[in-house]
Nanobody, 117 residues
């Protein structure tokens, strides 16, 4: 069973950078759409960025131009490069693994990102 695992969160100052990594085992990784979401306390989960099997990407307006999503199918990994971080980016970031053809929709446990001086 696929279980995405996130890493790379931490504490960073405003204007700083972090790169999150999501690794998902299994043979379906190259066909999956990978997404990064975030959820802050008391707020709804929001989509940050996604990348499909054809490497088409999509971003939330709040992060476009600052965040970059990418994938490495050879490593079964997806990445979220986050630059120029702001305090409002503070949240738990979760990885999503989606293969609609096989009705597979899996979430990671999340990694905390805190932007503070």
């Amino acid at each position: 069973q696929v279980q995405p695992v996130e890493s790379g969160g931490g504490l960073v100052q405003p204007g700083g950078s972090l790169t999150l990594t999501c690794v998902a085992s299994g043979r379906l990784f190259s066909t999956a759409a990978m997404g990064w979401y975030r959820q802050a306390p008391g707020k709804e989960r929001e989509k940050v960025a996604s990348i499909n099997a054809l490497n088409d990407t999509d971003y939330a307006d709040t992060v476009r131009g600052r965040f970059t999503i990418s994938r490495d199918n050879a490593k079964n990994a997806a990445f979220l490069q986050m630059n120029n971080l702001r305090p409002e980016d503070t949240s738990v970031y979760l990885c999503n693994f989606l293969v609609p053809l096989f009705k597979i929709n899996r979430w990671g446990q999340g990694t905390q990102v805190t932007v503070s001086s």
